[in-house]
C-alpha cells in the first residue's frame, strides 16, 4: 500500500538498485553489487550463480549474515570512538553503550534494505539479545541469542521454514556456535578458522544433498579467499557507492577479480560431487555424525562419528 512504511523501503532498494545498474551499466558483476546493496539477486547472470553455487560461495553473494554483523561492528567502532571525545555525552551514556545503540540500528537500517531476508533477520535479532545482554552488565549467551531469533523469525513469518535459506542460515550459526563456544580452551585464530570452516562444510552438506542434490567439495579453499575479500572489501565499498557512487566501479572490479577465479574453479571437474537427494534416515545418520564429531576435543571415541556418514558416502 503506497504511503506506508514498507512501500517507503521498497522504493528506496528499487532506486539504489537502478541507480546501480545504471552506473555500472554493463560491467559483468553489476549485478551482484547489486544484490550485496539490496538483495536483489534478479540480475545476476545464470553462469555466474552457478559458479557461486559450485564454489560455495553463494551465500556471499546475498545479503549474509556476516555481512550484517560486519556493518554493525563497523557502526558500533565508529559510534564509540566518536562518543568518547564527546566527555558531556559520555557522562550520561558510555561511549560501549552508545556503540551497542549504533551497532543494533546500523543492523536493522541494513536488514531493511536488504529486504529483510531470514539470514538478515537472524543475525538482528541475535545482535539485539547479545546487545541488551551487554548492556545489562550480563555475560551473553549466544545459543540463547540463536534461540531466541529463531522463535521471532517464526513469529514474524512461520512459512520461514519452507524457505532453504532458513535452513542453511540457522544450521550455519549452529554448528559455528557449537565449535566456537563453551570450549574449555579456545584454539589460535588460523586453526580456529580451519575448524569453523570445516564445521559449516561437514554441517550443511546433508542439508545442501536434500535440497540442491550438490555439494561443493573446493567450497571451504573457496570462501576462505572470498570471505574476506566480499566481506571486508567489496561490500563496503558497495554500500559506501550510495553515497559515493565512483565506488561501484572499484567494487565491481574487485568482484570481477574474484568472479574469474571463481569460474575457473568451478570448472575443476571435481569441484562438486552430485547425488540424488538422501533418504530421511540417512540424512538423520549424518547429522547426529556430524554432531558426534565436532564435539570437543577429548571427547571419548569422538571419531566413530565418522561412522555414521558412510550410508551417505
Known sequence: QAGTPTAWVAATRAVVRDRILSRLGDAPYAGVIAALVVGDQGSIPHDQWRAFTRTGVNHLLSISGLHVTMIAALACWLAASVWRRLPRRAERLPARQAGLVAAVLAAFGYALLAGFQVPAQRTLFMLLVVALAFWGRREPRPFSALIVALFVVLLI????????????????????????????????????????????????????????????????????????????????????????????????????????GLEWASALPWAVAARPAPEPAVLALAVAGTVWLLLPRGFPLRQLGAVLWLPLL
Open 157 to 260: 513469518d512461520p512459512w520461514a521454514v519452507l524457505s532453504a535459506g532458513f535452513w542453511l542460515s540457522f544450521g550455519a550459526m549452529a554448528a559455528i556456535l557449537w565449535v566456537s563456544f563453551g570450549r574449555i580452551e579456545l584454539p589460535e585464530k588460523l586453526r580456529g578458522w580451519v575448524t569453523v570452516q570445516a564445521a559449516v562444510t561437514l554441517a550443511l552438506a546433508p542439508a545442501l544433498l536434500l535440497l540442491f542434490q550438490q555439494v561443493s567439495l573446493i567450497s571451504p579453499l573457496a570462501n576462505a579467499v572470498a570471505i574476506p575479500v566480499v566481506s571486508w572489501l567489496i561490500t563496503p565499498l558497495a554500500l559506501l557507492g550510495v553515497i559515493a557512487p565512483p565506488l561501484w566501479q572499484l567494487a565491481a572490479g574487485l568482484m570481477e577479480w574474484l568472479g574469474q
